[in-house]
């Protein structure tokens, strides 16, 4: 079955990466309607990313790592954990926003929700959430992507209207494997090679280069010299918000200090899934939510 939206992201199916102009607007709401000041949207809106500090207290960081923890450890081999491959360490918990009341009620925060909602310019609803761990010595890295281009292909996103908050619960250094964004690469949408495979998503996951879903290294390579890399520095309860469409990735942890974030992705309401667009059927719901209800 194949959408009647209109692709105006063609993505996939395709022997080599294409690189277009995006055509949709970053920032669809206004400087006065949020908890970002006028400098913040702007910034985000040039760069496709905003830092905030202090987002989470202490104790808020404190309970989620405890989350983390229980919930790795209650949910065993449910399909909405990933583990590491080799060492079975939990890599990532998905849909802790319906797993964990904690979760749920500090997503909903105006501090939180309310960025999303003045950055898209409607009210929003929860595409994903997860809590991401990379535990010293052996957290493995996260290959560059965008995550439009997936959840386009894959979930049936039909525009960049979404953006992702990381909120880091442990601190983030240079070296143990935090967020690497190219700044202004958000304006770029890449058409990423590739066929998607019936159920790519369970490899997609786990692996550390994707087949499909991935710029090539060439395009990469123009992409860093182009945009540069920016690498997210903070302390526990700092985040990162940004636009669906920036190219980003993370290297693995080698060091002794793991490095954990809560990673929740905000659509607009005016922008729910249809049909994929690359793809034979949607991911499952814990990786591209089709209840749409709007965030209270």
Known sequence: MRTAVRDE?????????????????????????????????????????????????????????????????????????????????????????????????????????????????????????????????????????????????????????????????TENYGYNGGLMIMPGSHRTFVSCAGETPDDYYRESLVTHVPPTGSPDEDTLTRMGAEFGIKTFLGSAGSATVFDSNCMHGSNGNITPFPRSNLFVVFNSVENTLVEPFAARKPRPAHLGSRDFTPLR
């Open 9 to 169: 992201y063609p993505t996939r199916s395709r022997a080599k990466c294409e690189s277009g102009v995006r055509t949709d607007p970053v920032v669809w709401g206004s400087a006065t309607d949020g908890p970002l000041d006028a400098r913040a949207v702007t910034e985000y809106d040039q760069r496709g990313f905003h830092t905030a500090e202090a987002l989470l207290a202490a104790n808020d960081v404190g309970n989620l790592l405890e989350e983390t923890s229980r919930l790795g450890r209650e949910l065993g081999d449910d399909e909405r954990v990933v583990r590491e491959q080799g060492s079975g360490d939990v890599r990532s918990v998905f849909d802790v926003h319906r797993l964990s009341g904690l979760v749920d009620s500090i997503v909903r925060r105006p501090e939180i929700a309310g960025i999303a909602r003045q950055l898209l310019g409607s009210d929003v609803y929860i595409h994903q959430s997860r809590l991401n761990v990379k535990p010293g010595f052996r957290g493995g890295p996260f290959y560059w992507h965008s995550d439009f281009e997936t959840w386009h292909a894959e979930d049936g996103m039909p525009k960049p209207r979404a953006l992702s908050i990381s909120i880091a619960l």
